[in-house]
């Protein structure tokens, strides 16, 4: 998945456009900047393979998630539907806003079960915040049906996703808004960034204001602007955005080598019958960052997991062990630790972790190899990896 892996002269070139200017601010300094604008490029090159209206781009992924709910309105008091699977950025984000992580059951996708997400809403229910762990998405059309009939916003978390699609849409271009990340391990890298997209006019007139203290962007007079509303700095600069223009014009040059290799493991993991590959809704396709599967139970998972690492099987994660993206291990959250006071009403709202269980998201998570896909790989180390995957599966099931 790392789009670093193939830095080369198209990024050079880019980013030293940027240091000959001497602009590394993404707004003003016309006169300045040579006609570089690398930011509002790398938008226009969003929009376009993404085939969306609009696109804004941030400083990371989780200010794509926190600018993404700030522009739809979800704020203090409001709950946020969330997986129990995902990164700590979900909730990060959501509690940002002053709003309630509600964490429900995934399913054999890997994401968002439809029915837990229905079983969970209350009058106070604003978003469902699907994330499209691991390259896939969940059954997207049962969430939207979802969100039709009880009136809420859909936001995608596609930050490990871009490239893959749902009934020909690009995944994050569905709902309401869609939020990515580049940071250094994602498919497009920035260094450090990310992007909402929306087809909606307002959520992106929006965005451009919030992301840059509220200054609405009008006239050439930077000092002038006024400020519709509040806002706050969640910039890039141009030398990230010179980056992610290099790396997102290849964009779906790099998801065809992930499908390459995707490919290649699969069909070699295919014929051990006890591997069963994670769901993908009818109608999706992966963005191939990751191939995930399923396991028979959490003692071969655990051992499988083990010998992939003693045999040079790297980038392989049994999430179920892991402190970073599943619920088991967020104790930070289940406690409710934060370094300032936080509203009672989300305290209260956090509650019913301290008792609930997810058996659901356990059982598959405690199942589940997610194995990264890289872009470096040579066809024959490719081979190779899925012969030593396939013997270590094998081995732990005697
Ligand atoms: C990486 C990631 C984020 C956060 O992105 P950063 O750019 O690292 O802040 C959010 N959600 C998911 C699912 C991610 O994988």
């Not at 990024?11 to 300045?32: A, H, N, P, T």
């Not at 995934?106 to 229910?125: G, M, Q, R, W, Y």
Request: aromatic content about 10%.
């Amino acid at each position: 998945m790392p789009g670093f892996e193939l830095f080369g002269s198209a990024e050079r070139k880019e980013v030293q456009d940027v240091l000959d200017s001497g602009v590394l601010m993404r707004y003003g300094f016309d006169g300045m900047r040579n006609g570089h604008w690398k930011a509002k490029a790398l938008e226009a090159e969003l929009q376009e393979k993404l085939q969306v209206k609009h696109a804004q781009l941030v400083s990371s992924g989780t200010a794509a998630v926190s600018v993404a709910l700030a522009v739809a309105g979800v704020g203090v008091g409001d709950e946020v539907i969330m997986p129990t699977f995902t990164f700590v950025a979900s909730f990060e984000a959501i509690m940002m806003m002053g709003a309630i992580p509600v964490l429900v059951d995934i399913d054999d996708t890997l994401t968002l079960d439809p029915i837990a997400v229905e079983a969970a809403i209350t009058s106070k229910t604003k978003a469902i915040m699907p994330v499209h762990m691991c390259g896939s998405m969940a059954d997207l059309n049962a969430l939207q049906a979802i969100c039709k009939k009880h009136n809420l916003l859909l936001i995608e978390d596609a930050c490990q996703a871009i490239g893959g699609s749902y009934n020909g849409k690009p995944l994050g271009s569905i709902g309401d808004v869609g939020c990515f990340s580049f940071d250094f391990v994602k498919t497009i890298t920035c260094g450090e960034g990310g992007a909402v997209i929306t087809n909606n006019e307002t959520y992106f007139k929006n965005a451009d204001h919030f992301t840059d203290h509220g200054h609405d962007h009008e006239g050439m007079d930077r000092g002038a602007e006024t400020h519709p509303f509040l806002g706050y700095n969640f910039r890039i600069s141009e030398l990230q955005a010179a980056v992610g223009l290099a790396q997102a014009r290849r964009l779906y040059d790099f998801v065809a080598i992930q499908k390459k290799h995707y490919g290649i493991l699969r069909d070699v993991l295919s014929t051990i019958p006890e591997v069963v590959f994670r769901t993908v809704p009818e109608g999706g396709e992966e963005s191939y960052g990751f191939l995930n599967f399923f396991l028979p139970d959490l003692e071969i998972a655990r051992t499988v997991s083990k010998t992939f690492k003693e045999t040079g099987v790297d980038a392989c994660f049994h999430y179920f062990d892991n402190n970073w993206h599943y619920i088991r291990k967020w104790d930070h959250l289940k406690d409710v630790k934060t370094l300032y006071p936080i509203s009672s009403e989300v305290k209260k709202g956090l509650e019913y972790l301290q008792t609930k269980t997810f058996e659901q998201s356990d059982q598959y998570i405690a199942r589940n190899i997610s194995c990264l896909i890289k872009l470096s790989w040579t066809e024959e180390a490719v081979k190779a990896r899925a012969e030593k995957m396939k013997n270590a599966i094998l081995d732990a099931l005697k």
